[in-house]
């Protein structure tokens, strides 16, 4: 399996080669990026890898040299700024965007590849590839809530101090501030994670069952935790609710989101 990488010079671009080099799935990796010199370097620190991981072709190629490609990810872009929202990125993404379809289009590519976008605003793009490309919408994927369910995960077993494959939830609609929570479905060591139910007050926390909220580890890392907000959850040891905070803003019980929703200040802006 051939995959090329649109932007692979790029932190997110490479980070995708070097794990498809890991996991040894795919035959040949291509590093295209409009920076040449830094998908030679990534491609050149991959290849020297190569012997003992995998054998598989990696090169810093073109787009003609793409065409055959099975599937194509495309991780080019801009990023956005702290306190820019995905969405804010529409203006600058859309045209470069538009420039990688057309090159696509230009060089040629199967009818049957597959395009993997990562590049933001995710949604946008995804629709506008599988719209300029002309493919069936089923061969264009977006990285979209796949990844914000895999931090939800994480963060809430970082939480309840489990082991992160424990912690089962979804995170559904727009990869951006208007993403949702689907609490009913999250599990924690098997038994149910529930939304909250009442204002949290420290008469009903057991003692010494509390753990370390997320606004305590935002004031760790010295910002504020005005985002977050408090709810409860059953404890998985104690199968008692107590109080904790978490970072959503909820409006039912499959919440709708604020803009800082899942957006705890300490985690990382991508
Ligand atoms: N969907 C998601 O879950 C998700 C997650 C993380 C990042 N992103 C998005 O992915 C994109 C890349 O993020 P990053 O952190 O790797 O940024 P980055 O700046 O490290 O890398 C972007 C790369 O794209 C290259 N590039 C720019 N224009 C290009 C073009 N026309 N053709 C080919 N290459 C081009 C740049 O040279 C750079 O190497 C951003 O838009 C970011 O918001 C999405």
Same mark, same amino acid.
């Given at each position: 399996?051939?995959?090329?990488?649109?932007?692979?010079?790029?932190?997110?671009?490479?980070?995708?080669?070097?794990?498809?080099?890991?996991?040894?799935?795919?035959?040949?990796?291509?590093?295209?990026?409009?920076?040449?010199?830094?998908?030679?370097?990534?491609?050149?620190?991959?290849?020297?890898?190569?012997?003992?991981?995998?054998?598989?072709?990696?090169?810093?190629?073109?787009?003609?040299?793409?065409?055959?490609?099975?599937?194509?990810?495309?991780?080019?872009?801009?990023?956005?700024?702290?306190?820019?929202?995905?969405?804010?990125?529409?203006? #600058?993404?859309?045209? &470069? %965007?538009?420039?990688?379809?057309?090159?696509?289009? $230009?060089?040629? %590519? #199967?009818?049957?590849?597959?395009? %993997?976008?990562?590049?933001?605003?995710?949604?946008?793009? $995804?629709?506008?590839?599988?719209?300029?490309?002309?493919?069936?919408?089923?061969?264009?994927?977006? &990285?979209?809530?796949?990844?914000?369910?895999?931090?939800?995960?994480?963060?809430?077993?970082?939480?309840?101090?489990?082991?992160?494959?424990?912690?089962?939830?979804?995170?559904?609609?727009?990869?951006?501030?208007?993403?949702?929570?689907?609490?009913?479905?999250? $599990?924690?060591?098997?038994?149910?994670?529930?939304?909250?139910?009442?204002?949290?007050?420290?008469?009903?926390?057991?003692?010494?069952?509390?753990?370390?909220?997320?606004?305590?580890?935002?004031? #760790?890392?010295?910002?504020?935790?005005?985002?977050?907000?408090?709810?409860?959850?059953?404890?998985?040891?104690?199968?008692?609710?107590?109080?904790?905070? #978490?970072?959503?803003?909820?409006?039912?019980?499959?919440?709708? $989101?604020?803009?800082?929703?899942?957006?705890?200040?300490?985690?990382?802006?991508?």
């Amino acid at each position: 399996m051939k995959v090329s990488i649109i932007g692979g010079g790029g932190r997110v671009g490479s980070n995708a080669a070097f794990a498809l080099q890991c996991a040894g799935i795919v035959s040949e990796i291509q590093i295209l990026d409009a920076n040449g010199d830094l998908a030679l370097g990534e491609a050149l620190d991959l290849l020297h890898g190569s012997s003992v991981i995998a054998d598989q072709r990696i090169y810093a190629g073109d787009y003609a040299r793409a065409a055959d490609s099975d599937i194509f990810v495309i991780t080019a872009g801009l990023r956005r700024k702290p306190d820019e929202s995905r969405l804010d990125l529409i203006n #600058r993404n859309v045209a &470069l %965007f538009e420039q990688i379809l057309a090159s696509l289009k $230009t060089a040629g %590519f #199967r009818k049957d590849a597959l395009i %993997f976008v990562v590049s933001n605003p995710v949604d946008i793009l $995804t629709q506008l590839a599988v719209v300029r490309l002309g493919l069936p919408w089923k061969q264009v994927l977006g &990285l979209g809530t796949m990844l914000d369910t895999a931090r939800f995960r994480s963060l809430l077993a970082d939480e309840l101090k489990l082991a992160p494959t424990q912690v089962k939830a979804l995170i559904l609609g727009e990869h951006g501030d208007t993403m949702l929570p689907i609490w009913s479905s999250a $599990t924690a060591a098997g038994l149910p994670a529930s939304p909250p139910r009442s204002k949290p007050n420290s008469s009903n926390v057991p003692k010494g069952a509390e753990p370390k909220s997320f606004a305590a580890k935002a004031a #760790r890392a010295g910002r504020s935790a005005s985002p977050l907000q408090k709810s409860s959850i059953v404890s998985p040891k104690t199968g008692v609710s107590s109080f904790q905070s #978490r970072p959503f803003s909820r409006a039912s019980t499959d919440c709708a $989101t604020s803009r800082s929703a899942f957006r705890p200040s300490w985690v990382a802006v991508v």
